[in-house]
């Protein structure tokens, strides 16, 4: 690939437990040729965290895993309860609690404007974990739900904390960077004019690269974490920078938001 850019991305949200075992070495290979050194793997729930432990072993020093419970999913019987004592158990392997947040796509229509009591109960007990043993969240937490989510977020005093393709009224917007959490980008950003002024409105202290792999954002064509170069591309012509400005600044954020 010409025109590499310099500074190593990271792809800070990705499903690597979806893609097809038989991929999986070229998957890496292509994002390594993209100028991707690392990516952050999140769970879907129980089976998902033991499913990222295995492909942690297969590539400790380009993957990086987060156990949690996707919150548009119907956890099992004391899933959550599980997953809560895997995090403990697993400290020292993984890097944030997530995919955790607040459901929206999954609740009724007419539904989606407040938080479902049991939802913010099963979150309140990640971020509790979380605070706890100091890690990061990546959060799904959209629309209508981001304001509550950010004010569980202070609530538990959780210090580091990524809106994950965050779509949100741009007063809550700011008040998510004015509280210090980050933003990500997603590939939607070169087709939606919702994420391109998300982009101009975030500054790019505030901004992570994502692509929430293998997310269809082309029907029939998974995305996967190379597609992060087409991200930092495409914030670089909205802000106006070099590509490598874009990789400097973002990496940094991402490797302030996983503590190293």
């Known amino acids: 690939m010409t025109d590499r850019v310099s500074i190593p991305l990271i792809d800070t949200h990705v499903h690597f437990d979806r893609f097809p075992e038989a991929e999986a070495e070229a998957i890496i290979r292509r994002a ?32 990086e895993i987060a156990f949690g419970v ?30 955790v947040g607040l459901p929206h796509y999954s609740l009724p229509e007419g539904k989606r404007l407040f938080p479902p009591p049991s ?16 890690l990061p969240v990546s959060l799904h937490a959209v629309h209508a739900m981001a304001a509550p989510a950010l004010r569980l977020l202070k609530k538990h005093r959780v210090r580091r904390a990524v809106f994950h393709w965050l779509k949100a009224p741009f007063d809550v917007v700011d008040a998510i960077v004015e509280a210090g959490y980050l933003v990500s980008v997603t590939p939607d950003v070169s087709v939606r004019e ?49 590509l490598d400005e874009v990789g400097r600044v973002t990496t940094r954020n991402a490797l302030a938001w996983s503590g190293d």
């Open 119 to 134: 939802a913010v109960k099963r979150l309140e007990s990640f971020l509790e974990v979380a605070r706890e043993l100091d």
């Open 70 to 99: 996707h919150p548009e999913m119907e956890a099992g019987a004391g899933e959550t309860e599980r997953v809560l004592r895997l995090i403990r158990r697993h400290r020292g392997v993984i890097r944030a609690v997530g995919e």
């Open 194 to 242: 919702r994420d391109r002024d998300l982009v101009r409105r975030v500054p790019l202290s505030s901004l992570v690269l994502e692509t929430d792999a293998p997310w269809e954002y082309e029907k029939g064509h998974p995305s996967e974490p190379a597609w992060v170069r087409r991200v930092a591309e495409e914030v670089a012509r909205i802000k106006g920078c070099s």
């Open 32 to 63: 390594r040729d993209a100028g991707v050194c690392r990516v952050f793997a999140v769970a879907m729930g129980e089976a998902s965290c033991h499913s990222l432990l295995r492909w942690k072993e297969r590539y400790p020093d380009f993957l």
